[in-house]
């Protein structure tokens, strides 16, 4: 089946740690995206990538840092520098970033708390 | 500032009603607009999406409208069941690669 792969499900960081979230998928989409989902408020986009090599920041992306090295691939990296990461990450695949006019598939997210 | 807004935020509903979720954005220039559902604790399923050049998109029992000269989508839910207690999101793309949201409704149906 097609589809978005986040892991781990749950992820623990303690203070001054850099965790790497990691996101796949075999949809063969050229853009992908990372969004944060805090309770209350809307999905806030960190980073995203129209295509491999490329990304751009999003609207929260202090602290956040990614790599697209391979195109189903597209690992967010959080940062020390990052003082409330404790959030909900839900990475987002569309098959062109320009224009979106496909719909955004989702991943089942990644879950991080600060020990 | 563009902003997507969705009220009420909690919506609990009998089964077998049919029901009105409403979506409002700022910014009547909008390229497209789609809906999303989230179960807890999952990702996000696309549902609808809708050009600025549509008036509505049906899927199965749910409908949504787009109307932009007055800055409201609405998704409609025919029959409901209780398969359908979910959080429901609107997300409009206002002419650039992102996505804006909307906080979301979170809906109960009630057996």
């Known amino acids: 089946d097609g589809g978005i792969t986040q892991s781990p499900k749950y992820l623990f960081r303690k203070e001054g740690q850099n965790v790497t979230l990691s996101c796949e998928q075999n949809l063969n989409h050229d853009a992908m995206y990372w969004y944060r989902q805090d309770p209350g408020q809307g999905l806030r986009l960190i980073y995203y990538s129209q295509i491999v090599n490329d990304f751009q920041k999003g609207d929260i992306a202090e602290g956040y840092s990614v790599s697209r090295e391979k195109k189903e691939s597209f690992p967010l990296t959080v940062t020390s520098a990052q003082k409330n990461p404790t959030a909900f990450y839900l990475c987002?695949?569309?098959?062109?970033?320009?224009?979106?006019?496909?719909?955004?598939?989702f991943g089942d997210g990644t879950r991080l708390s600060i020990l | 500032k563009q902003e997507v807004t969705q009220i009420p935020a909690a919506l609990s509903v009998p089964e077998g009603e049919n029901l009105v979720l409403n979506c409002s954005f700022t910014d009547s220039a909008i390229y497209n607009l789609q809906w999303f559902r989230q179960d807890p604790g999952k990702g996000l399923t696309s549902l609808l999406l809708?050009?600025?050049?549509?008036r509505e998109q049906t899927s199965g029992r749910l409908n949504a409208s787009l109307d932009k000269s007055s800055g409201r989508s609405t998704l409609y839910i025919a029959a409901s069941q209780p398969g359908d207690s979910a959080t429901y999101l609107c997300?409009?793309?206002?002419?650039?690669?992102?996505?804006?949201f909307g906080t979301g409704t979170r809906l109960t149906i009630i057996p």
């Open positions: 809708i050009q600025s050049s549509q």
């Open positions: 987002a695949s569309s098959i062109s970033a320009r224009p979106i006019n496909q719909p955004q598939h």
């Open positions: 997300a409009v793309n206002f002419g650039n690669e992102k996505l804006t």
